[in-house]
């Protein structure tokens, strides 16, 4: 099936656009081969978490926003995959070692490595994606997304599309970057009920309590965790756990044809990336909450390279296009609903509605 009003992939494609066309710096006084030879020199990098760059999820659309930025203005670029918590402080040094102007971390499980590399190197600059610090690190920004946002407009749109009036969802590990759209996602399905009179259930997150892969690439775990639901009922899962969301989509083939049993996705549209590890994954994607990682690494690139690195957070929003959906599938959702989320989505950017 294909999916529709695939906002979400637009604004990420306006975003780069954006970026990419931003205005000419004021004259400074350099000439533009100066300022040319200064960008060629300089040297953005990135480590991953264990996932790698290759897993259709998380860490492959920071990944690929380096790469487009590095393609569109010339400048250097490196990286370093990490297949475990251990890889995580060798990885960041060999990047600092390698002349890297710019460290970017993928994920809050490297907030430690990443605060301990940049107080040794006072020097160099460092972005980490999905953490925050209690206490601001001048050279670490930090590029965070308000997911629940996201996920909430995915929660009212699962409690409508369900047949079975169960709905369900897990996490890879009970940390604050997946409890988030967890959280989102039964605040949703609560809305929902509010405004319905349903009972629409939730499996997996009671806001406190919950299922965890305790693991990002055990794909195994994720199909017995996401068969385990649809043996409760459930028909809609929305798996937060990077490539152990593959195991759900798994689980949602074996069970039969596309509509029996619906997937939603996380970080990047499920139906543009998941093909590539089974060409009939994407027809079994209601939606997916989207985090735009690819714009967000390709913004703070472009200001470092042009002399313009802050450390001040970047927060990734509904209003700001930071978070989003790329539409629904279709047919399941109807004029109706699709009207009454638009409605939500605006609630939520003018804070009538709370996530």
């Known amino acids: 099936m294909k999916n529709t009003l695939r906002f979400g992939a637009v604004a990420a494609v306006g975003a780069l656009a954006l970026v990419a066309c931003s205005s000419a710096p004021e004259e400074t006084g350099a000439t533009a081969s100066d300022s040319a030879a200064a960008t060629a020199s300089y040297k953005a990098c990135m480590v991953s978490d264990a996932g790698g760059f290759d897993d259709a999820s998380f860490n492959q659309a920071g990944y690929e926003g380096l790469q487009t930025v590095a393609a569109d203005l010339g400048i250097q670029y490196n990286s370093a995959q990490s297949t475990s918590d251990a890889d995580y402080a060798p990885n960041i040094a060999a990047m600092i070692a390698d002349g890297c102007d710019l460290?970017?971390?993928?994920?809050?499980?490297?907030?430690?490595?990443?605060?301990?590399?940049?107080?040794?190197?006072?020097?160099?600059?460092f972005a980490i994606i999905d953490n925050t610090y209690e206490t601001p690190i001048d050279n670490v920004k930090p590029l965070t997304f308000e997911t629940d946002e996201a996920a909430f407009l995915a929660g009212y749109g699962a409690a409508a599309a369900t047949k079975t009036g169960i709905v369900a969802?897990?996490?890879?590990?009970?940390?604050?970057?997946?409890?988030?759209?967890?959280?989102?996602?039964?605040?949703?399905?609560?809305?929902?009920?509010?405004?319905?009179?349903?009972?629409?259930?939730?499996?997996?997150?009671?806001?406190?309590?919950?299922?965890?892969?305790?693991?990002?690439?055990?794909?195994?775990?994720?199909?017995?965790?996401?068969?385990?639901?649809?043996?409760?009922?459930?028909?809609?899962?929305?798996?937060?756990?990077?490539?152990?969301?593959?195991?759900?989509?798994?689980?949602?083939?074996?069970?039969?044809?596309?509509?029996?049993?619906?997937?939603?996705?996380?970080?990047?549209?499920?139906t543009l990336t998941q093909?590539?590890?089974?060409?009939?994954?994407?027809?079994?994607?209601?939606?997916?909450?989207?985090?735009?990682?690819?714009?967000?690494?390709?913004?703070?690139?472009?200001?470092?390279?042009?002399?313009?690195?802050?450390?001040d957070a970047y927060v990734g929003t509904l209003e700001n296009d930071g978070v989003g959906l790329p539409g629904w599938a279709e047919g399941t959702l109807d004029d109706a609903t699709l009207a009454e989320i638009d409605t939500i989505k605006a609630g939520i950017i003018d804070g009538s509605i709370a996530p």
């Open 103 to 125: 460290t970017i971390t993928v994920g809050f499980l490297l907030a430690d490595a990443t605060a301990e590399a940049a107080a040794a190197n006072p020097d160099s600059d």
């Open 169 to 270: 969802t897990f996490g890879g590990m009970q940390i604050p970057t997946v409890t988030i759209f967890m959280d989102g996602f039964l605040d949703g399905v609560n809305y929902y009920n509010e405004q319905k009179g349903t009972s629409v259930q939730v499996l997996g997150w009671d806001g406190t309590n919950g299922s965890f892969a305790d693991s990002f690439d055990d794909t195994t775990k994720g199909q017995s965790l996401s068969q385990g639901f649809i043996d409760q009922g459930a028909d809609i899962i929305m798996p937060v756990a990077g490539p152990v969301g593959q195991g759900t989509l798994a689980a949602a083939k074996a069970a039969g044809a596309p509509g029996n049993i619906w997937v939603i996705g996380v970080d990047s549209d499920w």
């Open 275 to 311: 093909g590539a590890v089974d060409p009939d994954y994407p027809s079994y994607v209601l939606t997916s909450v989207m985090k735009q990682m690819g714009p967000a690494v390709y913004q703070v690139v472009s200001e470092a390279a042009a002399g313009n690195y802050s450390a």
